[in-house]
């Protein structure tokens, strides 16, 4: 980690996102300017159009960008729209996310970009089946799994890349563990919010609560992105609050807070599979933070609907 003065022009792909729609209103308030380059305009940026699915696009973009002044930092949070739709769309899936990462890393190290931030998936670890003896484990930076789809394969490529350019920029990869918060759509927690809201059944294994996962409110998921920025940080880090939880309990859950009781349905082709990270390196770079509860960020959340 390197203490880096604030970066303040940024240049972000995947601003019109979820994560990206905060991270540019945060840095807009902090009077920071941010081109956001992609099909469609950000909020708060200044547009720069590129279809990241097409590489000849996006590197007329760059070149556009090479009469300016270079971004003090490059934010990589796009990814394909279409990460089920392998292998109908493995091309997009690989432009999106792998291409446009070698594309903006060598653009970064050509500039003399200080600081270089990519968000990743806990995906990349893939999702193991939870057993007894395995029901602690949590997977760490250090840990390798073979991706269990072509979206994590494709990120994972581009996390590797990421990390080889570390001997000419600061170069964080984020792995970030299903944000959520107000705005959510079609993520895992929204369609949970969602389902029970209509009283229909969550899916659950044969025995036990199913899917077992971690989260990160997209405040908590801002403050990360913001301190990977400003204290230059070099490593790869797992993104989630220090909770855990079950598809059963998550349920039980979001029926307390919609005030009505949430149903489930027992599907012996549901697997038990486990998406929880360590996050031993992520409290050590941000020592004492008071990370938001699910509770309590679902609570908001819902209250926004």
């Not at 941010?34 to 200044?46: E, H, K, L, Q, T």
């Not at 971004?71 to 990814?79: E, G, K, N, R, S």
């Not at 760490?140 to 996390?159: C, I, M």
């Not at 209509?198 to 659950?204: H, I, K, M, Q, V």
Request: glycine share 10%.
């Amino acid at each position: 980690m390197n203490n880096a003065a604030p970066s303040g022009r940024i240049l972000i792909t995947g601003g019109s996102g979820f994560l990206g729609r905060a991270f540019i209103a945060a840095m807009g308030a902090e009077g920071r300017e941010v081109i956001s380059i992609g099909r469609s305009p950000a909020p708060g940026a200044r547009h720069a159009p590129a279809d990241l699915a097409d590489p000849a696009s996006l590197r007329a973009a760059l070149a556009s960008l090479r009469n300016e002044p270079a971004p003090d930092a490059i934010v990589h949070l796009a990814v394909s729209r279409h990460h089920r739709d392998f292998p109908a769309k493995a091309l997009d899936l690989f432009h999106v996310n792998a291409s446009t990462a070698a594309e903006l890393l060598d653009f970064g190290c050509a500039r003399g970009v200080r600081q270089v931030v990519f968000g990743s998936t806990g995906t990349v670890y893939g999702a193991g089946v939870t057993s007894p003896e395995k029901a602690s484990l949590r997977a760490s930076e250090d840990t390798f799994q073979r991706p269990s789809s072509y979206f994590a394969a494709s990120k994972l490529f581009a996390d590797t890349m990421a990390e080889l350019y570390r001997g000419y920029m600061s170069v964080a990869v984020l792995r970030f563990y299903a944000p959520y918060g107000p705005g959510l759509r079609n993520r895992m927690l929204a369609d949970l919010v969602e389902r029970v809201r209509e009283g229909r059944p969550l899916s659950l294994p044969s025995s036990g609560g199913g899917l077992t996962f971690s989260a990160i409110h997209i405040d908590d998921a801002v403050a990360v992105l913001r301190a990977a920025l400003d204290l230059g940080w070099r490593d790869t880090v797992n993104v989630a609050s220090p909770e855990v939880w079950s598809i059963e309990s998550a349920g039980h859950l979001i029926g307390r807070l919609v005030g009505t009781e949430a149903k489930f349905e027992r599907d012996s082709n549901t697997l038990a599979l486990r998406l929880v990270p360590a996050v031993d390196l992520l409290q050590t770079l941000m020592p004492g933070r008071d990370w938001i509860r699910l509770e309590d960020g679902l609570a908001g959340m819902i209250a926004g609907l």
